[in-house]
């Protein structure tokens, strides 16, 4: 067994399927097959379980991959190692942000790492859903979610509060709620997962946690357009505070309950990267940029609450 061989088997692994892992390395899908199945015999046990669309492995099939995967990580290290002596950092990260708060709040920063590290590419794709970072080749995601996924590291970088708020028209019109469950029989303005009920979850003092279900009026994950909504007074608008913080500081829009803690899509912003790995240069840079700007962006600021 060589080097070669356990490289294959963990760009397989890593790519989830035969005919991915064919494109990743530059070679048929029967080429890749035909490498496999000598492994496989080579070794005498079967490493992956194959279906049409996946691979997954078997127990001496992870136990080899963690090998080839140590050996790939200490021979990037090397790699970079040498290839960095005085030079400026270099690199490329692909980022996944929320496209709210990667567009309010986390903008400035990446454009400030750019300016630092301008050998440094940036490939930012703004989304909001928990992808498969393997599959999309993503090396840094950022997201709101209440618990983070166990196969992946997890850094939370602070508790995302959410607001209650609409233009001054609006509240002459149809006034403020009182309570959590007032926003049922208003016009409700904010993101949603198709095909499921928003639910919120309100929080006061030492009080049972209430439940709400909102049936929105104008939904959409892009959260410019919910902010142009809100302003023109089309509704009460539910979102995370850094989308309207400068609008309820000028007075273009008014928070309602103000003491309740609201959360729709969790309560935790978190970093999310994979696991035992070795992490470029530029990586690991971004990675502990992100967490210092974070840790800055807390109470009275738009952004997060401090980390729980």
């Not at 963690?66 to 990260?93: F, M, Y």
């Not at 920063?109 to 859903?129: G, H, M, Q, T």
């Not at 409700?188 to 279900?213: E, K, M, N, T």
Request: hydrophobic letters at 45%; aromatic letters at 6%; charged letters at 25%.
């Amino acid at each position: 067994m060589d080097t070669k061989a356990l490289t294959l088997l963990v760009e397989i692994v890593d790519a989830g399927n035969l005919s991915e892992a064919a494109r990743r390395l530059k070679m048929t899908r029967a080429n890749v097959s035909y490498h496999l199945t000598q492994l496989e015999r080579a070794v005498g046990m079967q490493l992956l379980r194959r279906t049409t669309r996946h691979v997954e492995p078997t127990e001496i099939g992870l136990k080899l991959y963690q090998h080839g995967r140590s050996i790939q990580d200490e021979l990037a290290a090397a790699r970079e190692a040498v290839e960095s002596l005085g030079k400026t950092p270099q690199g490329k990260v692909r980022l996944s942000v929320p496209s709210g708060y990667g567009q309010f709040v986390m903008t400035p920063w990446l454009l400030e790492f750019k300016r630092a590290y301008p050998d440094i590419v940036l490939d930012v794709l703004f989304e909001n859903s928990v992808d498969d970072l393997l599959r999309d080749e993503v090396d840094i995601a950022v997201r709101i979610m209440s618990e983070p996924p166990h196969n992946l590291v997890a850094r939370e970088l602070g508790q995302v509060r959410y607001v209650a708020c609409a233009s001054p028209a609006f509240v002459r019109e149809r006034g403020l709620p009182d309570k959590p469950a007032d926003l049922a029989r208003l016009p409700v303005i904010s993101a949603a997962v198709i095909g499921r009920p928003l639910r919120l979850s309100a929080y006061y003092g030492g009080q049972p946690r209430q439940h709400v279900v909102l049936e929105p009026t104008i939904i959409s994950r892009n959260y410019a357009f919910l902010r142009d909504a809100m302003l023109a007074g089309l509704g009460i608008g539910v979102v995370p505070d850094y989308v309207v913080h400068d609008d309820i500081a000028r007075g273009d829009l008014v928070a309602a309950l103000p003491h309740w803690r609201l959360s729709i899509f969790g309560r935790a912003m978190y970093m999310l990267y994979m696991p035992n790995r070795h992490h470029p240069r530029a990586i690991a840079m971004m990675i502990e940029f992100i967490q210092q700007r974070a840790q800055a962006a807390h109470e009275g600021r738009p952004g997060l609450l401090g980390a729980a």
